[in-house]
């Protein structure tokens, strides 16, 4: 079994395609409305994005509500390059057999840009070569320890993480243009369900996961967060992906 959370798809398709080499069945955590028998799994894996150099904070949530059976474990985060101690602190709550990074396309448009349209098909063509190795290293059961921390990493994961999820996780800044239609995809796909709609306009709540899904898949590009996201590009992996991975 292996459980995801993801924003705007980079972690579902990494569980995804993990699934479909190693024989194995991927779950979206934030769908679950009780959790699997597991007694038949055979290995447990955990895929998630980096967020602030840590785990989200859902995916840390859900590993500690888990039985712990005696099978190989492992846990696959996405991130843009750096991914800090994240690994790490997962494997002090739910303990990892190995554990990896994957470099994947950017989607925080709140900090900077995404990437442009080479550099993603790049990445992503990267990442199929790495989720092969992984996989081959899951299956045989190697003790791996693959995870590209970066500079500064415990000052990142510990001091930085904390304020990101302490202050920077309001939800407050979000508003939608003249351009939204009212369709509700955002609120109807809100992991967090922090969106509703009021007089057929999104109106979030006071804080989220800031899972960037919202904006990134809004259809008329409406959705904006304050002034930093102006302008930008838009990203979700489904745009990339041929038929056989969507």
Known sequence: MIFYFSGTGNSAWAARQLARLTGDTACDITTLKELPDMDSAKQLGFVFPVYAWGAPEVMGAFVKKLPRPQVFTFGVCTCGSDAGLAMKQLSRLYPLSCSYSLVMPNNYIIGSDTDDEGEILRKLTAARSELERISGEIQRREPVYRVHEGGLAGIK???????????????????AGDSCNGCGLCAGNCPAHAITLWENKPVWAAQCYQCMRCINECPQQAIQYGKSTAGRRRYTIRAYLPQDEQ
């Open 157 to 175: 994961s510990r001091f930085v993480n904390y304020g990101f999820n302490r202050f920077a996780r309001s939800a407050k800044p979000f508003f």
